[in-house]
């Protein structure tokens, strides 16, 4: 499933490329590439909560605000998913390093086309 996830992500990115773009040759398979790939963030509808309760004149919580440290903590992407995606990233030969809700990945052009089953260029 993570994969048509990407693959549908990818296509998207490639169709709605900027028209004024052009194709050229492929990138070098052994090029590498920084890449960012979001998880899903928990308790997304109780942080809109918060932030509006701190930001409202009158709510007794206005101008209480969370640290960022806390809303991390918070909004942590659950430790089974984040392991599960960290390690598809990671068998697919990438070094990665999880965040809160994201993970920081560096890899190749051949790795990261294997794992996406695309072409980049």
């Known amino acids: 499933k993570m994969m048509r996830v990407l693959a549908a992500l990818a296509a998207l990115a490639a169709a709605s490329a900027h028209p004024m773009w052009e194709k050229v040759s492929r990138a070098p398979k052994f090029e590498v ?31 209480h605000f969370m640290t960022k ?6 909004t ?20 990665c390093t999880p965040r809160s809700d994201s993970i920081q990945c560096r890899g190749t ?3 990261i086309e294997g794992m996406l089953s695309t072409r980049m260029h």
């Not at 790939?37 to 930001?55: C, G, P, R, Y």
């Not at 440290?69 to 918070?74: L, R, S, T, V």
């Open 33 to 63: 590439v920084d890449f960012t790939v979001a998880t899903q963030m928990s308790n997304a509808d109780k942080l809109q909560e918060i932030f509006e309760a701190v930001s409202t004149p009158g709510n007794p919580k206005y101008g």
């Open 69 to 74: 440290a806390e809303i991390n903590e918070m």
């Open 76 to 95: 942590a992407t659950p430790g089974w998913m984040m392991s599960s995606v960290l390690q598809w990233l990671t068998t697919s030969g990438h070094s």
């Open 109 to 111: 052009v051949e790795a």
